[in-house]
């Protein structure tokens, strides 16, 4: 079998001399700083891990850690031969018919990002909503959620949104605001709205769209734009019209993506996801094959079968010679694509080329050619009428340059911020500074609020009414789950409203008047239920027009930037987007995918660009593109194309929120346009400056050790249970104790490697709903995150273009756990139903158990972590489940209290907890459906019949702990010819 | 001359080793009794109220059903303080002025909550739920007492995390019949099988209740 | 060099009597007065101390996040410490007992110092697991007694043993350490020149009068008590290995452990014996009574030991590779070429090479160059239990969770604390107790020429 | 005789251990039972010269840390098995070698407190204020000097008699011990 263990592939390395000189016997590469042990590198040696330095002190001068020491005190001295204090009962005055205390509800509504929409149900406990489900009758959801979603509860408590009316300095009222909005129409209606300027994100709302044309039909002469930082480039100048594709992956048996991270990023990655991990779920049966062409690593580049990496502008051409192999037939004399191109032309029709949202025009023309031409068109893809815009919009440049005119009297901005989200080029503050009245309408004061004579607090979308579309066009309702924390703050088109409406009219009339007209006969009825499903009813998504044949003009000669030449590429970070998440501690401290990196963003580059450039990883290097520079830390990143940097949005913010704000650099100003996704980097030269960068794993190979175990298709053909028959140390059979029965229920977990795609969604999810704490930069540093799961990375083979693999590892609730046996105070024991509970009220913290977990999957409370200084986010905490306090162990549970609670439900109706009742939180947010949980006492539940395939094999099984959770061996498809 | 210690000196050392062991035996065993007593426990302490609520008359000589003011005590695992208007249900009617009533008619004008004080109290970090218990059969009295005999409410037993195992070790003495659940003064049967039969056919998972997680998570 | 500094000097000076040791003795504690040496230590040791306190505050009052421990690290200097003073405790009640077992005569003018030095060492150890707790004000936890919880410790854990290890062996140190005190404690009740020392050295005699019938249950209970504590010895430092022995953690499951703590304990306690009584002889006298023969047999001890700590290092490298366990032979290696080899290489020079000097009588024969090695000696074998514990979590099983741990200022001022505990409790002892038991002595000096045996070990 | 009952006994200073062990040799063969030796350390044949074995010591010692070994060990079992069994890491709920440690602690522990105490009791101890200490020269005895005292009581003392007696067995210095001082 050819799978590479390091070990293997290590020996089969071209070495750099001075190690071969030193060489004895075999050399397992620790880290990429000392595979390559070039002068330059060795003083960067024990880089691996972090310095001495910074971890002498405690980091308590450190802005966050002060806010633990803060609460600490409050604990300190604390005894346990207290009397336990007073506590007070507060009942209703007059109940709410539907709450019943104790008991959650769940809420319809929709998350809304980009413009587009993502179903999700809100579980609310006694009016204060804790956590965020995927809603299955979502067509973008289909009950899956991802980062954004699930973190978006926290973005709801943030301390730092804007909680009053603001004009100039002062704090001002509702009402003064309306008066302000009253004198602007007047002034309006003389000069028809010339002097009217809105800028905003991008919206698919419907109702805001019949505002915008009641708005235009008042205002003929007002200009509005609408920009994202983040939009995704589509061939409209080649093809000449708009085509959106949308793309059906169940369809699809080869998948080539050129530099798309379909299965991470945009309004599609749920439905992408789930369909693509179909067809990966079973290898005996129909199983596809990714084809992936990308600059920098991406989660898709990582469960890639066949994986080229090339810097931006070798994606064009690599693009340019697969169309003209396809067009003409001629394979050219690169393997790859005469490999490629085989593949694709054996698969026509069953084939699918995706063209990455950030990559030129010519990409997409040149990949709605291909699929032409491959017949894929219709049944892999299809290619629909994109939104048109309800009035007439402004290009951003326009835009500008009209305010910089002194046209401006009037500036709206909404879910916009132009002042970080352009360079200093584009002179926007200057013009924003001629505008006489300038209104901002946001979650946060933030660097463009401050700017603006108005700044209004903006509604969460859990607090507001309104609707959005679906990337497939389904419409949907938004409906609050939660009165507004602040009282000022409003959304979008209750501002529109004060414009159009007389007397203006509140979220619900607005929505609800809409959809009155464009609803179905019975509208009480279809309104009751489109709130109840989340999706608007009786409205079928609109039928896709299959766009006609188009022919692509031969490319045109794009000014590609010569091949020796550094070049930038922009992506929205994994974790923050854009930055509109970028205060949300949740998402600063999740380690990305495949850099594990928290809190910061980097330049990314490969270990060759790094040796030419001199540096490694941690330097500052000073960064110049399109006349503006940034300072930026470098990071060596294994699978990184050579000759370019890559670099984040979202982050160097300055007016955000505690958490946000001096975090990273901000990579935005280097971009040329805002649709600039690449570029030619002008200059990039070390300033001697280091930055600590806190990654959660430093370890990059598995050392020959068997965790991951991985085959091939076709070594899994000939024979399913090779993985576990190739294992260096096979599990013991015998066991030195008498096992314990385990009557009724016995808990277990299965997890696919093969469909894990590395997303994180389990990761936030489980955060949300253990109350799982924040460390800050600082406490991630020194090794103390606390995530319950999290997705191990291992690279295999090259360290310049290896294999990526995902992992996720929870506790493995072992049947003989080592933790227990050394706790001295029985505050981690076994359950009659196999789960390994850890009881936090009698945790002592000697760490002992930490220790003595082979899979580390215990985390402990160092410091005071809960967050008791914002009382703001204990509303956000799950009251079935324990906060825990200093000093104290804790870990992955199986989501106990579901557990419990449906146990409690079962028990009521006197009958057995059924397959599927239970669901824990990282399952529910899993869009791979990777993870299954139920009890092997039941041979027809799912996980036991998933534990009965070849595939499934227990991590460290040979230490004899009998792991309950086991995983499910992960198979490559790649072709034979390679 | 005299030696260092005169012969008394003999009988005092004798009295102070005397005295050093009985403080130690004693002041351990009077720790042991304090963990006990109700000066931790509150067992049998009333507490003043806003209002001094008798359920001795409303439970006791009206027999008014405990579902009526703690509605959700079967479906959830709070059982539910009465919110103002249920107190009005009847209060608008009779006592309509009394004095003692006030503050229920001023929450109620005032839309203000009444803050009452806590008498059976849990520790944040324990998960009763009320709905499981009562639908397996134990009954209120069970851990709440004759509630119908307290004139003001006060805590009957002392709910440390013995006295939970206790029962949880062996539910059947305090299993009843579903219907009795609510009976104040019901008295377990002399025959132990019929509390075995109960936990049988109730399917109540023995081994669990003594699982951790059961009750911490 | 006069007689009494060479390695074959008599075990006493010929000349001594009843009643100059007596007076010696005795007049150290009541009639000396405090020298400018004694005060100016004293001074250091309680700076050492209050800084040990003042460490301690910060701990209790943010939590064990202030010291450089994480996961997978989350033992750090703590258990360090605990282990190492631990050790030290352990020479004091070998050689009270042990070699009181085996007539080694030479042992009654030094073992009122170990004695003395086990209890403080003790005092020292007992307090890091403690320390080291997320939730110090709950460490009654590990105590079994009735509670309302109706919970126990749980007895599977060596963290119980430890506790009752570590507590059986403070008590016994205590009660040994006094019953062998009692007749000096008489002695000074009736031989101090004030009346309050009287009364209070009278207080704590209990009434000692040496009679007969006393004198020989008195022996017959201290025979006893050396024949339990002998065993007693031995099994608390392997208790305390087996902390290490019975987890998985690659470098700590394995047989050895018990054998070489123990080892390693007594080269430790050996070493500090002789750093503590190499001055104490030479500032206060004492060099006729405390002879060269005494260090050089202190000092042939600490060869010994050293040589079995070494052979357990060989041990348990060649087992790892024997056992052909992939984790236990990367961490073995590691322990060599890693992130750590700079201590894997050092402990071993300072603990076992180093002390090989000692075959050398030049260097077994100058008390400055035995208190040298003996520091050095007792920094390797601190080493030695930071990189037992430290290097060996550091990369255990899955690579995604390996770290490095670096102890922050916080945990080297509880380190340097503890010395000030230790120190302080040393300076006082001096100054109120007999630092020779003399009525083992005056036995001794009433005993045939032709009785005394051979000293040596 | 009357003024017997007034001194406790006969206090004899010898030159020197040896000389101590004959005199007491010779006063028991004398036939005198109710007799006490004073030196600054533990005298080899003192014990044979006043037929004396401690034994008692002993049994106290053997029988204390056998009673707190099963002790000990019985705490663990009632607390793993009788009291709270529960599944820790699957082993069995009596896993007695996980107990033994701390039933040889525990064995320890108790053999020494009792064994302790015990001499002390048997010792008479403590006992601040002795009849002999009235004796000025007596302090001497916790440094360098040597008693025998023959006490009042026993059925052979008389006065006059005794004194010559020690005097005979090589005391250098006979005194009275007067009952109260």
């Known amino acids: 079998m050819l799978r590479l263990s390091p070990?293997?592939?290590?020996?089969?390395?071209?070495?750099?001399?001075?190690?071969?000189?030193?060489?004895?016997?075999?050399?397992?590469?620790?880290?990429?700083?000392?595979?390559?042990?070039?002068?330059?590198?060795?003083?960067?040696?024990?880089?691996?891990f972090p310095e001495y330095a910074s971890a002498w002190d405690n980091g308590m001068s450190r802005r966050r850690f002060l806010k633990l020491m803060a609460a600490s005190f409050a604990l300190a001295g604390l005894t346990s031969c207290s009397r336990q204090p007073q506590e007070k009962i507060v009942p209703y005055v007059r109940r709410p018919e539907e709450i019943i205390p104790g008991k959650p509800l769940y809420y319809a509504t929709t998350f809304s990002h980009r413009g587009y929409g993502k179903g999700v149900l809100v579980r609310t406990e006694m009016g204060r909503p804790t956590k965020i489900e995927g809603n299955p009758d979502h067509p973008a959801s289909l009950g899956a959620t991802d980062v954004f979603m699930q973190a978006s509860i926290l973005g709801l408590y943030d301390p730092d949104r804007s909680q009053t009316i603001r004009q100039g300095n002062d704090i001002s009222t509702r009402d003064a605001f309306t008066q302000f909005v009253g004198a602007r129409i007047e002034a309006h209606e003389q000069d028809q709205g010339a002097g009217l300027f809105l800028l905003t994100g991008k919206t698919t709302s419907p109702t805001l769209a019949d505002q915008l044309q009641r708005l235009h039909e008042r205002f003929p002469k007002l200009s509005w734009c609408s920009y994202e930082p983040a939009a995704p480039v589509r061939a409209q100048s080649i093809l000449g019209h708009d085509a959106e594709p949308v793309y059906d992956l169940s369809k699809a048996d080869i998948i080539v993506s050129l530099d798309a991270d379909f299965l991470l990023d945009g309004p599609a990655n749920l439905v992408l996801t789930k369909a693509f991990s179909k067809k990966r779920r079973d290898p005996a049966a129909d199983f596809n094959r990714l084809y992936v062409i990308e600059s920098a690593p991406s989660i898709t580049g990582a469960k890639a079968d066949v994986r080229w990496r090339r810097k931006p502008s070798e994606v064009i051409t690599f693009t340019q010679q697969l169309a003209a192999a396809i067009a003409q037939g001629v394979a050219g004399d690169s393997p790859e694509i005469r490999q490629l191109a085989n593949d694709l032309q054996q698969h026509r029709g069953r084939g699918v080329i995706i063209a990455g949202?950030?990559?030129?025009?010519?990409?997409?023309?040149?990949?709605?050619?291909?699929?032409?031409?491959?017949?894929?068109?219709?049944?892999?893809?299809?290619?629909?009428?994109?939104?048109?815009?309800?009035?007439?919009?402004?290009?951003?440049?326009?835009?500008?340059?009209?305010?910089?005119?002194?046209?401006?009297?009037?500036?709206?901005?909404?879910?916009?911020?132009?002042?970080?989200?352009?360079?200093?080029?584009?002179?926007?503050?200057?013009?924003?500074?001629?505008?006489?009245?300038?209104?901002?309408?946001?979650?946060?004061?933030?660097?463009?609020?401050?700017?603006?004579?108005?700044?209004?607090?903006?509604?969460?979308?859990?607090?507001?009414?309104?609707?959005?579309?679906?990337?497939?066009?389904?419409?949907?309702?938004?409906?609050?789950?939660?009165?507004?924390?602040?009282?000022?703050?409003?959304?979008?088109?209750?501002?529109?409203?004060?414009?159009?409406?007389?007397?203006?009219?509140?979220?619900?009339?607005i929505v609800r008047e809409f959809w009155q007209r464009s609803l179905a006969a019975d509208v009480p009825a279809a309104w009751e239920?489109?709130?109840?499903?989340?999706?608007?009813?009786?409205?079928?998504?609109?039928?896709?027009?299959?766009?006609?044949?188009?022919?692509?003009r031969d490319a045109p000669p794009e000014d590609l930037p010569n091949s020796s030449d550094l070049e930038i590429l922009f992506r929205p970070d994994t974790a923050v987007d854009d930055g509109r998440f970028a205060n949300n501690a949740w998402l600063q401290e999740l380690p990305r995918p495949l850099t594990k990196l928290t809190w910061d963003n980097v330049a990314m580059i490969s270990l060759a660009t790094a040796k030419s450039m001199g540096v490694t990883t941690g330097d500052v290097v000073r960064l110049e593109a399109a006349g503006q520079s940034v300072d930026a830390p470098v990071w060596i990143q294994p699978g990184h194309a050579d000759g370019c940097v890559s670099v984040t949005l979202g982050y160097g913010r300055s007016q955000l929120g505690e958490v946000a704000n001096g975090v990273g650099f901000n990579a935005g100003l280097l971009r040329s346009s805002v649709a600039a996704w690449s570029q030619a980097l002008t200059r990039a030269q070390a300033t001697g400056a280091r930055l600590e960068l806190a990654s959660t794993q430093h370890h990059f190979s598995m050392e020959g050790r068997d965790l991951i175990q991985i085959e091939t298709l076709a070594d899994y053909k000939t024979d399913p249970s090779q993985a576990q028959e190739n294992q260096p140390n096979p599990p013991p059979e015998e066991n030195l104790y008498p096992p314990f029965a385990y009557k009724d229920y016995a808990w277990a977990m299965s997890i696919d490697l093969n469909t894990c795609v590395g997303c994180n969604a389990c990761v936030v999810a489980c955060q949300s709903e253990n109350n799982i704490p924040v460390v800050g930069k600082d406490q991630v540093f020194k090794g103390r995150e606390m995530h319950w799961i999290r997705i191990d990375r291992y690279f295999e083979g090259e360290p310049e273009d290896p294999a990526m693999h995902f992992q996720p590892v929870t506790c493995m609730q072992c049947e003989d756990a080592p933790c227990e046996v050394v706790c001295p105070v029985g505050a981690t024991v076994h359950t009659s139903e196999g789960l390994n509970d850890m009881v936090y009220n009698r945790c002592v913290g000697t760490r002992y158990c930490s220790n003595n977990c082979p899979y580390k999957v215990r985390r402990f409370n160092f410091l005071e972590y809960s967050d008791a200084t914002h009382p703001t986010l204990a509303l956000q905490k799950n009251p079935d489940v324990t906060v825990r306090s200093r000093g104290v162990m804790e870990k992955c549970t199986y989501c106990v209290q579901r557990i419990e609670s449906a146990r409690i439900d079962a028990q009521k109706e006197m009958r057995p907890i059924r397959d599927g009742e239970i669901v824990t939180a990282c399952q529910a947010a899993c869009p791979a459906d990777a993870i299954v949980f139920g009890n092997i006492n039941d041979p027809a539940s799912r996980v036991s019949r998933l534990k009965a395939l070849p595939r499934n094999y227990g991590l460290l099984a040979d230490l004899n702990t009998h792991p309950r959770t086991t995983y499910l061996a992960k198979v490559t498809n790649p072709p034979t010819a390679i | 001359m005299a030696q260092l210690f005169p012969p008394s000196v003999d009988l005092y050392a004798k009295i102070v080793i005397l005295g050093i062991g009985v403080f130690l035996v004693g002041g351990t065993y009077s720790f042991y009794l304090l963990n006990r007593s109700p000066y931790w426990t509150n067992v049998g302490v009333t507490l003043d109220q806003p209002v001094p609520f008798s359920h001795q008359h409303h439970a006791g000589e009206l027999g008014i059903d405990c579902r009526f003011c703690h509605a959700s005590v079967a479906t959830s695992s709070y059982a539910g303080m009465p919110d103002t208007q249920t107190c009005m249900t009847c209060h608008s009617q009779i006592w309509?002025?009394?004095?003692?009533?006030?503050?229920?008619?001023?929450?109620?004008?005032?839309?203000?909550?009444?803050?009452w004080n806590r008498v059976n109290e849990m520790p944040g970090y324990v998960y009763f739920n009320h709905s499981i218990h009562i639908n397996k059969g134990v009954g209120c009295s069970s851990c709440h007492g004759r509630v119908d005999e307290m004139p003001i409410t006060w805590k009957a037993t002392d709910m440390t995390m013995g006295w939970c195992l206790s029962c949880h070790r062996h539910p059947e003495p305090n299993l009843r019949p579903l219907s009795a659940v609510y009976q104040m003064d019901w008295t377990t049967p002399k025959d132990p099988h019929t509390g075995q039969t109960w936990a049988v056919e109730r399917n109540i998972q023995k081994d669990h209740l003594t699982d951790c997680s059961a009750c911490h998570r | 060099m006069d007689s009494t500094a060479s390695e074959t000097a008599p075990i006493l000076p010929p000349d001594l009597t009843d009643d100059s040791i007596t007076e010696r003795i005795t007049g150290i504690v009541v009639k000396r007065k405090m020298g400018y040496g004694w005060i100016g230590g004293f001074a250091i040791a309680f700076a050492l101390l209050m800084m040990f306190n003042y460490a301690i505050a910060v701990l209790f009052t943010y939590g064990v996040g202030i010291w450089g421990i994480q996961v997978p690290v989350a033992w750090g200097f703590a258990i360090v410490n605990f282990v190492w003073w631990v050790g030290i405790g352990h020479a004091g009640t070998f050689i009270s007992a042990v070699l009181y077992l085996c007539h080694q005569e030479w042992r009654t003018s030094i073992n009122r110092f170990t004695e003395s030095m086990t209890l403080f060492a003790v005092a020292c150890a007992g307090l890091f697991p403690i320390l080291h707790l997320g939730r110090p004000w709950l460490f009654f936890y590990l105590m079994p007694y009735p509670n309302t919880m109706e919970l126990w410790p749980q007895f599977r854990s060596p963290l119980v043993w430890d506790v009752f290890a570590v507590t059986t062996y403070a008590i016994v140190s205590v009660i040994f350490y006094f019953v062998g005190l009692l007749p000096d404690l008489a002695t000074l009740r009736d031989r101090s020149p004030h009346r309050w020392q009287r009364i209070i050295y009278g207080i704590l005699a209990l009434g000692w009068r040496g009679a007969g019938r006393q004198w020989s249950r008195y022996k017959m209970a201290y025979l006893i008590m050396a024949g339990l504590a002998t065993p007693l010895v031995v099994s608390v430092h392997s208790i305390v290995s087996l902390d290490f022995a019975v987890g998985i953690v690659p470098g700590w499951h394995t047989t050895i452990m018990p054998f070489y703590f123990v080892a390693a304990a007594l080269e430790s306690g050996f070493a500090m014996g002789l750093i503590l009584i190499i001055p104490v002889r030479h500032f206060y006298g004492l060099k006729d009574i405390i002879t060269g023969r005494h260090l050089a047999n202190m000092a042939k001890l600490l060869l010994a030991t050293s040589l079995v700590v070494g052979h357990g290092y060989f041990t348990d490298t060649f087992m790892s590779w024997y056992s052909a366990d992939p984790y236990d032979k990367f961490i073995t290696a590691d322990k060599f070429t890693g992130s750590y080899a700079f201590g894997g290489w050092m402990l071993m020079i300072l603990d076992v090479g180093v002390v090989q000097l000692i075959w050398i009588r030049a260097v077994r024969q100058s008390p400055i160059a035995l208190f040298f090695i003996a520091i050095l000696a007792n920094v390797g074998l601190w080493l030695d239990h930071f990189i037992l514990v430290v290097q060996s979590l550091h990369s255990d099983y899955l690579p995604s969770e390996w770290r490095m741990f670096y102890g922050t200022k916080w945990d080297w001022m509880t380190l340097f604390g503890s010395f000030g505990l230790f120190l302080t409790l040393f300076f006082v002892f001096i100054r109120i107790f007999p630092m020779v038991a003399m009525s083992e002595m005056r036995g001794l000096v009433h005993k045939k020429p032709g009785e005394t045996k051979e000293a040596g070990a | 005789m009357s003024d017997d009952a007034k001194i406790y006994g006969l206090l004899a200073e010898f030159a020197g251990p040896d000389e101590l062990v004959r005199g007491a040799r010779e006063v028991s063969k004398a036939g005198y039972r109710r007799v006490e030796t004073y030196t600054p350390f533990a005298v080899e044949g003192i014990s044979d010269a006043l037929h004396f074995r401690p034994f008692a010591v002993a049994v106290i010692f053997l029988v204390a840390a056998l009673l707190s070994a099963s002790a000990g060990y019985f705490m663990q079992y009632y607390a793993s098995v009788i009291s709270y069994p529960e599944n820790i890491g699957g082993r069995p709920l009596n896993s007695w070698p996980s107990f033994v440690p701390i039933t040889f602690e525990m064995g320890v522990l108790g053999g020494v407190l009792g064994g302790v105490l015990g001499m002390l009791l048997l010792n008479r101890l403590p006992r601040y204020s002795h009849p002999v200490a009235n004796v000025e020269r007596f302090r001497a005895a916790s440094s360098d000097a040597f008693f025998l005292c023959v006490e009042s009581s026993d059925p052979r003392f008389e006065l006059d008699r005794t004194k010559a007696a020690l005097r005979h067995s090589g005391a250098i210095q006979v005194t009275e011990v007067p009952l109260e001082s």
Request: aromatic residues 8%; proline residues 10%.
């Open chain 1, 529 to 552: 239920l489109s709130l109840n499903k989340g999706v608007v009813a009786g409205l079928s998504p609109q039928a896709l027009s299959p766009t006609p044949v188009v022919s692509v």
């Open chain 1, 357 to 509: 949202d950030y990559q030129p025009e010519v990409v997409h023309a040149l990949a709605f050619q291909l699929n032409q031409t491959l017949g894929n068109i219709g049944s892999t893809v299809t290619y629909q009428e994109a939104q048109q815009t309800p009035i007439p919009t402004t290009s951003l440049p326009d835009f500008v340059t009209a305010l910089k005119r002194r046209a401006a009297s009037t500036l709206l901005i909404a879910g916009a911020n132009p002042i970080y989200d352009l360079s200093p080029a584009w002179g926007f503050s200057n013009a924003m500074a001629r505008v006489t009245h300038s209104i901002h309408l946001g979650l946060y004061d933030d660097e463009t609020g401050s700017r603006c004579h108005w700044h209004v607090p903006g509604s969460h979308y859990l607090e507001a009414w309104g609707d959005i579309l679906a990337i497939d066009g389904t419409p949907s309702l938004l409906q609050p789950v939660i009165e507004p924390l602040y009282p000022d703050a409003v959304s979008l088109v209750e501002v529109i409203s004060l414009l159009v409406d007389l007397p203006p009219k509140k979220g619900y009339e």
């Open chain 1, 7 to 48: 070990l293997s592939s290590m020996k089969s390395l071209p070495l750099p001399p001075q190690v071969q000189i030193d060489a004895g016997g075999p050399r397992f590469w620790k880290s990429l700083e000392e595979w390559s042990q070039s002068p330059d590198f060795l003083p960067y040696l024990h880089r691996e």
């Open chain 2, 96 to 115: 309509k002025d009394a004095p003692m009533l006030e503050p229920v008619r001023r929450s109620y004008a005032e839309n203000k909550p009444i803050k």
